[in-house]
């Protein structure tokens, strides 16, 4: 398993914006397919967006589409979550997952995201 670390969550207004940072011990971060995942109070946790180890393809689920943008790092970075257009509903812990090609995943400690005024 590898190390990651997520940053940047907080509060924002409806509307706003916020960008997430996924660090990572890992050298070779592509090597992994890069998950975003998120759990509201009271709710399962689900999957918001991911990038494919095989061909970078992206995933989003239909809440975040338009809104989302999911990427890549390099060196110590994992990834990256550019969230726009914020809204309340988007309120949740956010969580970097990374799993390598044996299928072994591996989470950060995810970091809170509260959209409100």
């Known amino acids: 398993q590898v190390q990651l670390v997520e940053s940047g969550g907080g509060l924002v207004q409806p509307g706003g914006s916020l960008r997430l940072s996924c660090a990572t011990s890992?050298?070779?971060?592509?090597?992994?397919?890069v998950s975003w995942y998120r759990q509201a109070p009271g709710k399962e946790r689900e999957l918001v967006a991911s990038?494919?180890?095989?061909?970078?393809?992206?995933y989003y689920t239909d809440s975040v589409k338009g809104r989302f943008a999911a990427s890549r790092g390099s060196g110590k970075m994992m990834a990256y979550l550019q969230m726009y257009n914020l809204k309340a509903e988007d309120t949740a812990v956010y969580y970097c997952?990374?799993?390598?090609?044996?299928?072994?995943?591996?989470w950060g400690q995810g970091t809170q995201v509260t959209v409100s005024s």
């Open positions: 997952s990374a799993e390598n090609l044996w299928g072994v995943r591996s």
């Open positions: 890992e050298f070779i971060v592509s090597r992994y397919t």
């Open positions: 990038i494919a180890r095989t061909d970078d393809s992206t």
